[in-house]
C-alpha cells in the first residue's frame, strides 16, 4: 500500500507540478495550457466575456425561454446546476491556501485566471450545446439529451479522435467518484464533528441520504433543486462576507492597495514563500483560481448541455457568467474577509496532534521559506520549548514552523525533550508521554476562513464561524449533487443508458464511504485524473474554435432572441 501511494504522489506531481523551467521555480504545463487557451480563446473571439456579460444576464434571467425548445432544463436551471458544482470547498479552502502561500497578491492572478476563464467555459458550453445528443421520449433518470466534452471531440473533430472522447469520459467518471463527491462527503463530516462531536458515518447517513433524494430523480429534479440551493448558499455566505466588510468599512480600500501591491512586488505568503519573486505570487494564485472557477476542466459544459434552447451560443453567454459569480464575486468575499481580518498572518493556541491533523516538518525560516521535509526525521530535540539551535527539522502546522511548544492547553509548560515523528509521540526527560503538544500556529484552508468569519463577525456575538460550517454543509451536498450527473453522463456515453442506475448506485456507496474514510489517498488520486482529463478538454476548443467563432458570429448576425415566440 505504502508503495501504491508513493506511486500516486508520484504521478500527482507530474502532471502538477511538471513544467517549463523559470529560474529557481518552473510553470506547470498543466496551468500555462489553461492560461494560455483562455488568452487564445478572448482574443479568438474579440473579447466575448466583455462583449456578451450583459446578454448573458438576460438570458439566464430566463426572458427569452421557449418551453418547446429542447433539453431538460432552463438556462437558469443549468446555470445553477454548474454552480453548484463550482461554488464550493474551493471558494472557502481554495482561496485561503493561495494567502497562506502566495500571500494577499494571490487573489488578483485568481481574478485573471476568472476573466480568462470566462471566455474558455463560453466556448467549451457552446461547443456542449451544439454537439449534444437528443434522446426522444427517454424516462426521467435518463434525461433527454447527453453532452459535454466527449462528444464534442467525437462529433466535432471526427470518428478518429473517439479514443480521446472515450479517455475524457473515463477519468471524468472517475474524478466524479472522488473529488466531485467522496471528498465532499468527507469535508462535510469533518467539519461538522469538528464543530459539534458529531460522528462521521451519522453525518454521512444524512448526506446521502439528502443527495439520493434529488439524484434519482434525475436532472430534472436536480436542476429544480440546484435553482433553489445555489442562490440560497451564495446569498448567506455572500451576506455574511459583506456584513464584516461594513464592520470594517475603513480597511477595503486598504485591503485593495494590498492585493495589487503584493501581486507584483510580493513580500511573502505566511509561509514564507514568494519573497520577492511574482511567479510563486502568481502561480498559487492562477492554481487556485482554476481550481475554484473550474474554466477549461469539461465539467460544467456537461450541465449546460441539458439547457432547454435550440441555439448554443444563449447557452454558452450564460455559461460565461459562472467564473464571474465564482471567483470575482464569492472567492473575492472570502479573500477581503481573511485580509481585513488579518487572521491569514495571526498565530493563534492549536493542539499540535503529533499523529496526524495538519502536523508536518520542514527545514527553514520565516525568511527564507519553509521546505517540507522528504523524509520523516527519526528524533526532534526540543530545549525548553524551542527547537535546537542549527535544527534541519521542525515541527510545523500548515507546513509553518511553530516556534514554541508546551505541554499544557494554557500553555505555562515548556517542552524540554524529544519528538518521534514515526511514533506519533513526544517523550520528556522524565518519560513522560505525550500524544499532543500546543503551540501558537497559522490556521490554513477552510479552518483559516473559519476563523476569519468568526473573528470579523464577533462584534455581533460568537456565531460567525456557523455561516461557515453552514456553508461548508450547502456546497458539499450541492456540489455532489451536480457532479453525480457529470458522472453519469460519463458512463452514459462509455456504457449506454443501461449503465446509469448502477453508476448513481456506486456513487452513492462511494459518498458513504467518503464521509467515514481517511481521504488523502482518494485527494491524490482524484488530482491525477483531473488534471490528466484538462488536456484533451483544451485540445478540442483550440482545435474547434473556428467552428465558435461562426456560431458566435451567426447568432449575434440574426438576434434571435428577437424574434416572436408567441
Known amino acids: 500500500m505504502e508503495s501504491f501511494e508513493k506511486l500516486v504522489s508520484s504521478l500527482r506531481a507530474f502532471v502538477w507540478e511538471w513544467g517549463i523551467p523559470m529560474g529557481d521555480d518552473s510553470i506547470p504545463i498543466v496551468i500555462l495550457a489553461l492560461i494560455g487557451v483562455g488568452g487564445f480563446l478572448t482574443l479568438r473571439l474579440g473579447f466575448i466575456q466583455i ?122 467518471g472517475f474524478t466524479a467518484f472522488l473529488t466531485g463527491n467522496a471528498i465532499q462527503a468527507n469535508t462535510v463530516a469533518d467539519t461538522i464533528g469538528t464543530a459539534f462531536g458529531t460522528a462521521q458515518w451519522i453525518t454521512g447517513v444524512i448526506t446521502v441520504t439528502v443527495v439520493a433524494s434529488v439524484i434519482l430523480g434525475g436532472i430534472t429534479r436536480i436542476g429544480r433543486i440546484t435553482s433553489i440551493l445555489a442562490p440560497l448558499m451564495a446569498a448567506i455566505y455572500v451576506l455574511g462576507a459583506l456584513v464584516i466588510i461594513f464592520l470594517n468599512i475603513g480597511d477595503v480600500i486598504p485591503a485593495f492597495a494590498t492585493i495589487f501591491r503584493e501581486a507584483f512586488n510580493p513580500t511573502a505568503g505566511v509561509a514564507g514563500t514568494g ?33 432547454k434552447t435550440d441555439e448554443p451560443v444563449s447557452e454558452g453567454v450564460v455559461a460565461l457568467l459562472e467564473p464571474f459569480i465564482d471567483t470575482i464575486v464569492v472567492v473575492t468575499m472570502t479573500a477581503l474577509v481573511i485580509i481585513i481580518t488579518g487572521v491569514y498572518t495571526e498565530r493563534i493556541s492549536t493542539e499540535i ?31 525548553d520549548g524551542s527547537h535546537i539551535s542549527g535544527s534541519t527539522a521542525l515541527v510545523a502546522w500548515h507546513e509553518v514552523a511553530v516556534d514554541d511548544l508546551f505541554t499544557d492547553k494554557a500553555m505555562t509548560q515548556r517542552f524540554s525533550g524529544s519528538i518521534f515523528p514515526l511514533r506519533g509521540e513526544a517523550v520528556d526527560g522524565s518519560g513522560t508521554s505525550y500524544e499532543s503538544l500546543y503551540g501558537m500556529a497559522i490556521e490554513s484552508g477552510a479552518p483559516l476562513t473559519m476563523y476569519a468569519f468568526r473573528k470579523g463577525l464577533s462584534p455581533l456575538g460568537d456565531w460567525g464561524h456557523y455561516v461557515v460550517i453552514f456553508s461548508v454543509f450547502l456546497f458539499g451536498i450541492s456540489t455532489a449533487i451536480s457532479w453525480s450527473y457529470y458522472g453519469d453522463r460519463c458512463a452514459n456515453y462509455l456504457m449506454g443508458e443501461n449503465a446509469i442506475r448502477p453508476y448513481k448506485v456506486v456513487y452513492l456507496i462511494m459518498h458513504f464511504l467518503g464521509a467515514v474514510i481517511s481521504l488523502n489517498l482518494a485527494w491524490e488520486i482524484g488530482d491525477v485524473a483531473l488534471g490528466i482529463v484538462i488536456l484533451p478538454n483544451l485540445i478540442a476548443l483550440v482545435l474547434l474554435s473556428g467552428k465558435v467563432k461562426e456560431l458566435t458570429d451567426s447568432y449575434f448576425q440574426r438576434k434571435p432572441w428577437l424574434r416572436d415566440r408567441g
Open 353 to 383: 496532534t503529533l499523529a496526524g491533523g495538519d502536523l508536518s516538518w520542514v527545514s527553514g525560516d520565516s525568511q527564507s521559506g519553509y521546505s517540507t521535509l522528504e523524509e520523516i526525521p527519526a528524533e526532534i530535540n526540543v530545549q
Open 275 to 307: 519573497i520577492g519573486a511574482i511567479l510563486v505570487t502568481m502561480m498559487w494564485g492562477v492554481n487556485r483560481g482554476l481550481f475554484s472557477n473550474e474554466a477549461g476542466q469539461g465539467s460544467a459544459p456537461i450541465a449546460h448541455a441539458a439547457a
Open 51 to 172: 462583449r456578451c456579460f450583459g446578454h448573458g444576464l438576460a438570458v439566464a434571467t430566463g426572458r427569452y425561454d421557449d418551453p418547446n425548445d429542447p433539453g431538460d432544463v432552463s438556462h437558469f436551471q443549468a446555470l445553477t446546476t454548474a454552480l453548484s458544482a463550482t461554488v464550493g470547498i474551493g471558494n472557502i479552502a481554495g482561496v485561503a491556501l493561495a494567502i497562506h502561500w502566495g500571500g494577499p497578491g494571490a487573489l488578483f492572478w485568481m481574478w485573471v485566471t476568472a476573466v480568462l476563464g470566462m471566455a474558455t467555459k463560453y466556448t467549451e458550453v457552446t461547443l456542449a450545446q451544439y454537439y449534444r445528443s437528443v434522446h426522444k421520449g427517454a424516462d426521467q433518470l435518463v434525461g433527454t439529451v447527453s453532452g459535454g466534452p466527449m462528444y464534442y471531440i467525437e462529433r466535432g473533430l471526427g470518428p478518429g479522435w473517439k479514443w480521446m472522447g472515450v479517455f475524457f469520459a473515463t477519468a471524468l
